[in-house]
């Protein structure tokens, strides 16, 4: 397993901006897919975003696609969140998630049982 930790969560005004960091240890983070999940109050987690650890392939939810991009520097081992336009009811407690994939360098995961590591998340909060 992978060792995750998040940062850039905050307090944002609604339509605002936040970019979100998950950094990772160990030498192989280029052989995994990572994702960024999220969970409101009084809600169950999410799938928010995932990339492939190619990079070439990406997915969003519905509700952030267009206003959230996810992307990932291999040389560094960071993934990112680039949150823009933040509604209301994106205020959740956001979380990245990592998967090996040695043999899928294009192949992204979106459900919560296909991460094999997760971190202790950041909290994201949009007011109005």
């Known amino acids: 397993q992978v060792q995750l930790g998040e940062s850039g969560g905050g307090l944002v005004q609604a339509g605002g901006s936040l970019k979100l960091g998950c950094a990772a240890s160990?030498?192989?983070?280029?052989?995994?897919?990572m994702g960024w999940f999220r969970q409101g109050p009084g809600k169950e987690r999410e799938f928010v975003a995932a990339?492939?650890?190619?990079?070439?392939?990406?997915s969003y939810a519905v509700s952030v696609k267009g206003r959230f991009t996810i992307s990932r520097d291999n040389a560094k081992n960071p993934v990112y969140l680039q949150m823009d336009s933040l509604k209301l009811e994106d205020t959740a407690l956001y979380s990245c998630?990592?998967?090996?994939?040695?043999?899928?360098?294009?192949?992204?995961?979106?459900?919560?049982?296909?991460?094999?590591?997760w971190g202790q998340g950041t909290q994201v909060t949009v007011s109005s």
């Open positions: 998630a990592a998967r090996i994939s040695y043999y899928s360098a294009s192949s992204y995961y979106t459900g919560i049982n296909e991460y094999e590591s």
């Open positions: 160990g030498r192989t983070f280029s052989s995994y897919a």
């Open positions: 990339i492939s650890p190619s990079a070439r392939s990406t």
